[in-house]
């Protein structure tokens, strides 16, 4: 039976490369899995179709437009996982390791769906910050807004996840605006390949958005741009070799590296044997050590445990790797499938290798045991341990990329603090311990070298995600050796993509530029109240006005004695006017919050929901005894949660009879669409 070839999909079609082809082995028996290569690409012309075609089908369409695309694409992937599945045990990848790929990527696609509808406008531009005044009248303004770039994105993965290590760059990308072309690692792009084929057979996204290289990348770096960008994820010195393209050095294009990392798990002081800490902690090393046989950029590459209790650390994660059984992953009872390939294989016991001739020495597993399948790349957990960290770089900066981790002992905090250092930047680290000094002394001493950080005790153990998860809404990433960018982070994601432009103008002219409203910009008054519409009969700066009502001495003594709140500047004449701020006698602050709603809310059921909270509240105008207030609410932007809910952000502009500003705020409701 001939080896099926993987095809490159550029301009909307597939296309087989042609010239030398590598062979993809199974890493299970190493059998051929697949033929790849991308001789003949038109490179250049992949690069201007994503700007001249995908890039500008994407911004056509608003941020939740978007974003439903990108839920879609996960239901499409979801709806046809088994077929990835099957082809995900081929990588040496057990169902278990499967699930965080394929459906933990498609998870990924919900998430960003879900921050673009509830964080982001239903517009085409982002607003950056608040409003900045440049001008006494007001009538010159200025406003940092995101915009997405007209480049393309031009995405570089690795062989350990090649389903959610795609989407989790496609989603912010695609959120963005942003076309893209992916290039999976030549190990498992077969698997990489199938699921972008899902996603083009559902027909989903718009000509040119996404486009596939299954083989070497050729000549485009040379053809990019200021308004590219390349996203990578793999070894620091594939990162250097492009980071310094000359191109890309010319041309500033950004570039955004995930990279390797000498992740460190950390035992408390606390945390003697026996305690539930000491059990977690020892979980957690064995679980990243076996977890996709230990090929994961945020695994526990080095543990550290206070001298005195690193015999007993060495015994539990011996004893508990012993328990873990290597073979075949199809195979139910398996708990850690095989490497991806037998080269990879090679130079995990390559890198043991290496720490053992630096002092370290092999406390439990054997890198040389025969595999349970002939030709398979399997490699039982090995667990290394070196008792003087101090002495040697090896064990900070080799990184065994398989089932393989260090132990080694701390004197005090701020050595573990050091040792943690050492590793020159890692992705993650993860402290077990129960005592909130030690996590705040660790924590302030080690973030800046860290680009996450757990905690973990016996409170949060039932439902930590663990070491080695990155999550769709935090930023994986880290500084130093491990990339020195970020990716995901949730809408701080979607800013990769972006550019960021101050804009100096009016109010009006910015309003809508932005098509949001922003202080100063026209108004629409209705006549209708705005509670008895529905989201989509809703427009930006639509306004409602209210009738004035004035504020008494007795409203202000009753709402003190109803509430409690009898601060001076309410209560006492003298005092008030002995302050610099106050005149005398003041109205509290949300006694002018509650007449307001009493003033513009619609008592009676309707498209209007619920009201979720009040963002951005400023008090700007003392409202004393005998003034009036009026209110007018504007639509500022809308947001679409889901088929049933929306949130409406409404401006909230509280005057007094002189017109004056008395307070501003947002508030958010819940809303049908």
């Known amino acids: 039976m001939k080896t099926p070839q993987l095809l490159n999909y550029e301009r909307d079609r597939w296309i087989a490369g042609d010239g030398d082809l590598a062979e993809i082995s199974s890493a299970i028996d190493g059998e051929p899995v697949a033929t790849t290569g991308s001789g003949g690409i038109d490179f250049g012309g992949m690069l201007r179709h994503a700007r001249e075609v995908g890039g500008p089908a994407l911004r056509k369409l608003t941020f939740h437009e978007r974003a439903r695309m990108i839920k879609a694409l996960g239901l499409a992937i979801m709806a046809r996982k088994e077929e990835l599945y099957e082809l995900n045990y081929l990588t040496g990848a057990t169902r278990k390791d499967g699930w965080i790929d394929i459906e933990g990527g498609a998870g990924t696609l919900f998430s960003f769906s879900s921050k673009g509808r509830r964080e982001l406008p239903d517009a085409h531009v982002l607003l950056d910050g608040q409003l900045e005044g440049l001008s006494k009248q007001g009538t010159f303004v200025g406003q940092h807004i995101y915009t997405p770039l007209?480049?393309?994105?031009?995405?570089?993965?690795?062989?350990?996840?090649?389903?959610?290590?795609?989407?989790?760059?496609?989603?912010?990308?695609?959120?963005?605006?942003?076309?893209a072309i992916v290039k999976p690692a030549s190990a498992t792009a077969y698997l990489a390949e199938a699921a972008f084929r899902i996603m083009t057979e559902a027909k989903i996204l718009p000509p040119g958005a996404i486009q596939l290289i299954v083989g070497g990348v050729g000549d485009l770096f040379d053809h990019l741009t200021g308004q590219d960008v390349v996203s990578f994820t793999g070894s620091a010195h594939t990162a250097l070799k492009?980071?310094?393209?000359?191109?890309?050095?010319?041309?500033?294009?950004?570039?955004?590296?995930?990279q390797d990392s000498l992740n460190a798990s950390l035992l408390g002081p606390d945390a003697a044997p026996g305690t539930p800490e000491f059990d977690l902690f020892v979980r957690e090393v064995a679980t990243e050590m076996t977890v996709k046989a230990g090929q994961k950029c945020t695994a526990i590459r080095r543990a550290m445990a206070p001298a005195q209790y690193l015999d007993a650390v060495q015994q539990a994660l011996a004893e508990r790797l012993a328990k873990t059984k290597v073979g075949d992953p199809r195979a139910e009872d398996t708990r850690m499938g095989a490497l991806v390939s037998v080269s990879q294989r090679d130079d995990v016991r390559e890198k043991i290798a290496q720490l053992?001739?630096?002092?370290?020495?092999?406390?439990?597993?054997?890198?040389?045991?025969?595999?349970?399948?002939?030709g398979g790349a399997f490699l039982r957990p090995v667990l290394l341990r070196t008792d003087e960290p101090w002495r040697t770089d090896a064990v900070h900066d080799c990184e065994p990329f398989g089932p393989v981790s260090t132990i080694m002992p701390y004197k005090d905090i701020g050595d573990a603090i050091a040792l943690a250092n050492r590793g020159k930047g890692s992705l993650v680290l993860s402290l077990f311990t129960h005592s909130p000094d030690a996590a705040r002394e660790f924590v302030q001493g080690a973030a800046a070298h860290h680009g996450r950080m757990l905690v973990i005790d016996r409170t949060n153990a039932a439902e930590n995600t663990g070491h080695g998860s990155p999550l769709p809404v935090l930023v994986h990433g880290g500084p130093g050796r491990a990339g020195g960018s970020e990716e995901m982070g949730g809408v701080r994601g979607v800013k990769h993509y972006m550019q960021r432009t101050a804009i100096q103008s009016s109010p009006a002219m910015i309003a809508a530029i932005t098509e949001q409203y922003i202080p100063g910009a026209p108004k629409h008054v209705i006549e209708v109240h705005p509670f008895r519409l529905?989201?989509?009969?809703?427009?930006?700066?639509?306004?409602?006005?209210?009738?004035?009502?004035?504020?008494?001495?007795?409203?202000?003594?009753?709402?003190?004695?109803?509430?409690?709140?009898?601060?001076?500047?309410?209560?006492?004449?003298?005092?008030?006017?002995?302050?610099?701020?106050?005149?005398?006698?003041?109205?509290?602050?949300?006694?002018?919050?509650?007449?307001?709603?009493?003033?513009?809310?619609?008592?009676?059921?309707?498209?209007?929901?619920?009201?979720?909270?009040l963002e951005n509240l400023r008090f700007l105008t003392p409202l004393y005894p005998g003034d009036s207030m009026r209110v007018e609410l504007s639509v500022r932007s809308k947001s679409l949660k889901s088929d049933e809910t929306g949130v409406v952000r409404w401006a909230v502009e509280i005057f007094n009879q002189e017109d004056e500003l008395v307070a501003t705020y947002d508030l958010l409701t819940e809303n049908v669409p």
């Open 534 to 613: 529905k989201m989509s009969e809703l427009h930006i700066g639509d306004t409602w006005k209210t009738a004035s009502r004035t504020v008494t001495l007795e409203d202000i003594e009753h709402f003190a004695e109803f509430t409690g709140d009898k601060f001076y500047a309410h209560m006492d004449e003298e005092a008030a006017r002995a302050s610099p701020i106050f005149e005398g006698r003041v109205a509290h602050g949300y006694l002018i919050l509650s007449f307001a709603a009493g003033l513009f809310v619609d008592p009676d059921p309707g498209p209007v929901l619920a009201n979720t909270g």
């Open 150 to 179: 007209q480049g393309a994105a031009v995405h570089i993965n690795a062989f350990n996840f090649p389903v959610w290590g795609m989407l989790e760059k496609l989603a912010p990308t695609l959120l963005a605006g942003v076309a």
């Open 242 to 258: 492009l980071r310094t393209h000359p191109t890309v050095i010319r041309e500033s294009v950004r570039f955004v590296a995930e």
């Open 356 to 374: 053992e001739a630096a002092g370290a020495r092999i406390v439990a597993g054997d890198p040389n045991a025969d595999p349970p399948i002939p």
